[in-house]
């Protein structure tokens, strides 16, 4: 039996997104995240922070686009990066975590609005792709 054979079998490889080196940078620098947005605005970690950001003051609704976009820019990242549609997207590879923040932070505003379907299809494709994202994520909340 071939090895190619062996990985069908046992699923997708993980995706690991490319590092954003100087959204990072320029974060531990103390920029914006909303500065950001406009200079990067294909990077899920910055539509990440500005999500919480909204919904910590309150504004459920702009949490619920800014998580939007984060996960739609995400979802591009991971197609570019030879994402199928299904598969681990581990979190603890640190450029994933914009993308799972994102996703997670959606779940948290469709909850906020009472949109009960997409938060199951949101909790269902958080836990497929990393059980441990929404442990992390919760505990960074704490």
Known sequence: MSDEFRKNLLGPEPTYLPEESDVVA???AGDEAVDLAAKHPTSSQVWAILADEAFDEGRTIESYA???VGYHRGLDALRRSGWRGAGPI???HVPN???LRSLYAL???AAAIGEAEEVDRITKFLNESDPQA???IEGRES
């Open 90 to 92: 581990p979190w603890e």
């Open 66 to 68: 800014y998580a939007r």
């Open 107 to 109: 779940g948290r505003a």
């Open 134 to 136: 929404k442990i992390a």
């Open 26 to 28: 320029r974060l531990e």
């Open 97 to 99: 975590q914009g993308f």
